[in-house]
């Protein structure tokens, strides 16, 4: 079983560029998660779909951050305009359902540094 | 107060002992427990994961659940240098079953 596939590992950008990452669940998981990582942090959730719906996106910082998952599989996150705390690993997660029984599998996740 | 709280450690162990690793949550309904091992510069594994009250054994690792005093645990029996990893304590909400939050993790070292 193929796991969840993140594009680009790594990305520099200056600031005030546009940046995208990509995220491919592992197949049949109707429910993928965008996290962001600071160093010596915990993952922070930034949106949940179930499917194709956005179901929690709370945390997104809706002014520049946008995310959309198409057709309910695979999902990009955008960020435009970037700032230097944008500077994070952006982690994609899926899981299969929702409850107890779906523990998250994550994404070898993408490393943005902004400059 | 933080909805799921960990000491960040660093905690070292000498090899071959038990390592404790300790986690509180805020949310009384709260559900289903993980834990998930982070190495250095990679994504978090799953390694366990208990629902109900008691102790859960999966090899040498031991979760234990305390949903009266909001209470998850982890146990590594028989340390070993390759468990030096930071352990991220996750707990889904009571509203929803699909949102995970985490911990900020703890930093384990086993010295040999």
């Known amino acids: 079983e193929a796991g969840v596939v993140q594009s680009p590992r790594y990305k520099i950008i200056e600031k005030k560029q546009p940046v995208a990452f990509w995220c491919n669940p592992i197949s049949g998981h109707n429910t993928l998660y965008w996290y962001r990582q600071n160093l010596g942090q915990g993952p922070e959730l930034l949106i949940r779909y179930e499917n194709e719906e956005a179901v929690d996106d709370s945390q997104l910082p809706k002014d520049r951050f946008s995310a959309e998952r198409l057709k309910g599989v695979d999902s990009t996150l955008k960020i435009q305009p970037a700032e230097l705390g944008d500077s994070a690993v952006y982690l994609c997660a899926s899981s299969f359902g929702q409850g107890r029984n779906s523990p998250l599998h994550f994404g070898n996740g993408t490393r943005l540094t902004v400059t | 107060q933080k909805e799921v709280e960990q000491n960040s450690g660093p905690l070292s162990v000498p090899e071959g002992a038990i390592a404790s690793l300790n986690c509180t949550y805020s949310?009384?309904?709260?559900?289903?427990f993980f834990w998930y091992r982070q190495y250095s510069g990679k994504s978090p594994e799953l390694i366990m994961s208990i629902y109900s009250n008691g102790d859960k054994e999966d090899g040498r690792f031991t979760a234990q659940l305390n949903k009266a005093s909001q209470y998850v645990s982890l146990l590594i029996r028989d340390s070993q240098p390759s468990d030096s990893a930071t352990y991220l304590c996750?707990?889904?909400?009571?509203?929803?079953?699909?949102?995970?939050?985490f911990g900020s993790g703890t930093r384990l070292s086993i010295r040999p």
């Open positions: 949310d009384r309904g709260s559900q289903s």
């Open positions: 996750a707990v889904t909400g009571y509203s929803s079953a699909s949102k995970i939050i």
